[in-house]
């Protein structure tokens, strides 16, 4: 179900997608296929170019939201054990750092704008090194990590004309309908960046999930919701996925997974399954 609340954001009932699912040999098969076109990918693209005296961006289309839903019990369980061992820090019980609305991030007729550059975030001439710092960053603000009772955070990755990659600081807020309490969290993706230096590229977005085992959501992937080439997601785990829609071409979206300090192609979202979002295999596989 599509719907448009009050202030324009189109939200999609997140509960009811199915998922697919393939005999193990065919995920093989589905790398190998996809294998050229991740060679032959660009890395990093991008559609949204400042000019050279702009400031701030502030796109004319309508802003999505970034959706989760918490995972199952089990799993969630089996993960916070992970979590626990792995050492965390801005765990439950732990005050997180609370970002200022006004000052920070902040709403300006009906869209979300981001403070840029974010400075616990060291800028590299690699987007890669920006990534990595992201999830641990993003689990330190307040109730990045408690579950039901958390926040999800939204904001963007973006080139300066040195080279440089910065990331903006992120905005907790999200759809009324997920402020309370609940398995289901927003946050409103920013489309206005607040940098005071000139030439800025938006390269990406990025979100977290305040769950273990929560990544990209069929919802997070769906067309209606790409703005960017390259779309960013952590959950509380710190596992990191990268998605690059390729909007518009005829050819699959690819979802990757950070292992080290590579990308690992991990599914794909068919043409065909695009305007939904469907990857396949389903994220919860692990291959
Ligand atoms: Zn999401």
Redesign the pocket.
């Known amino acids: 179900m599509v719907a448009t609340n009050a202030s324009g954001d189109t939200t999609i009932d997140v509960a009811t997608l199915p998922d697919p699912s393939l005999a193990p040999g065919q995920h093989r098969r589905i790398r190998d296929a996809v294998a050229g076109q991740v060679r032959d990918s660009p890395r990093h693209r991008t559609r949204t170019t400042l000019g050279p005296d702009a400031r701030v961006l502030d796109e004319a289309r309508p802003e999505p939201a ?3 839903r918490a995972p199952g019990k089990d799993r969630v369980r089996h993960l916070l054990t992970f979590a626990l061992a792995a050492g965390c820090s801005g765990c439950a019980g732990v005050p997180g750092v609370k970002l200022q609305s006004g000052v920070d991030f902040g709403e300006e007729r009906g869209r979300i704008w981001v403070r840029a550059s974010w400075e616990v975030i060291k800028p590299s001439t690699d987007i890669d090194d920006v990534v990595d710092q992201l999830c641990p960053a993003v689990g330190r603000l307040d109730r990045a990590r408690a579950g039901d009772d958390g926040l ?1 955070y939204c904001g963007l990755l973006y080139s300066l004309p040195d080279g440089t990659y910065h990331a903006s600081v992120p905005s907790s807020l999200g759809l009324r309908a997920h402020s309370d309490r609940g398995r289901h ?3 409103r993706l920013p489309t206005s960046l607040r940098e005071a230096r000139a030439g800025v590229t938006i390269k990406a977005d990025y ?3 305040p769950w273990p085992d ?4 069929d ?2 992937l769906s067309s209606d919701r790409q703005r960017w080439s390259i779309r960013i ?1 952590f959950d509380t785990t710190c596992r990191i996925f990268k998605y690059e829609p390729h909007s518009g071409e005829p050819r699959p979206g690819e979802v990757f997974l950070r292992v080290g300090k590579s990308w690992r192609l991990h599914s794909i979202v068919r043409v065909e399954d695009k305007p939904l979002g469907i990857p396949t295999p389903s994220l919860q596989e692990v291959l």
């Open positions: 970034v959706e989760a999800e969290k927003s946050c979100h977290s999930h929560a990544p990209f959501t919802r997070d997601q």
